[in-house]
């Protein structure tokens, strides 16, 4: 016989372990939780910063797809990802502390100055010793500068149908506005999982844009004609091959 409690929970509502996250905050170079997440920009993989800088020393590839990330120089492509790293930290109990320990220690067993950052206490205690003084709620997460164009993503074609692909659930998002019209692509192709054969054709009023195109440029080129509140309106369509 069902009880009260089954009949008020449901599935969005369950717990989900702490395993079901792994593929998403672990680095797969080291396989242990991501320590200053770093991103490649040309396909959004995400490593530990010192696992994916050491590789480098190696390789022009990225560890995960394989794509060549700069022919000569792969640190150029790389960028942290604060709120993923954020994420973790918060998913992954006491992981900020030994971390900031475990750095501290590094410094003193070599001699050396402990940096500013290392030395004072981590986010997480500053943030409950903050909340005990102040009882005025915060947001959780802060929009990092660098992510300054807002971006409207919409699916042409979507309500007739293109085979079994459907509009985005999430069609807004906040990125860098150095990141480009092939950023994009890859962040639809991974949303919508499309397969290779797969044409994406990304535009914006009535240009087809080029995709070493930035966003910023393309925000300052078009004009308030392609803005929707503020926001920069892409308009995408997929062509599926024979």
């Known amino acids: 016989m069902m009880g009260p409690s089954d009949e008020d929970t449901t599935d969005d509502e369950r717990a989900l372990p702490l395993r079901d996250f792994y593929p998403y905050i672990r680095c797969s170079l080291c396989n242990g939780f991501l320590i200053d997440a770093t991103t490649i920009t040309e396909c959004l993989h995400t490593f530990c910063k010192s696992c994916i800088v050491k590789y480098f020393f190696y390789s022009n590839r990225c560890p ?89 993503l919409e699916f042409v074609g979507a309500e007739e149908g293109i085979g079994d692909y459907k509009p985005l659930e999430r069609k807004y998002v906040r990125v860098s506005g150095e990141a480009t019209i092939r950023h994009v692509e890859l962040f639809i192709r991974r949303k919508m999982e499309l397969t290779p054969s797969c044409q994406v054709d990304v535009v914006c009023g009535e240009q087809l844009l080029e995709r070493c195109r930035s966003l910023r440029e393309v925000r300052s080129s078009v004009g308030q004609d392609a803005l929707q509140d503020g926001l920069l309106v892409l308009h995408f369509g997929i062509v599926l091959s024979d």
Do not use: W
């Open 64 to 152: 995960n797809c394989a794509i060549v990330v700069h022919q000569t120089q792969p640190l150029y492509n790389i960028r942290p990802d604060r709120q993923l790293q954020d994420i973790v930290y918060k998913m992954v109990p006491h992981l900020e502390e030994q971390e900031r320990k475990r750095m501290v220690a590094f410094y003193k067993e070599r001699g050396l100055e402990i940096p500013k950052t290392f030395a004072v206490q981590s986010a997480a205690q500053a943030k409950v010793q903050k909340a005990q003084k102040d009882p005025m709620p915060h947001p959780v997460f802060t929009i990092p500068p660098e992510l300054d164009v807002s971006l409207v």
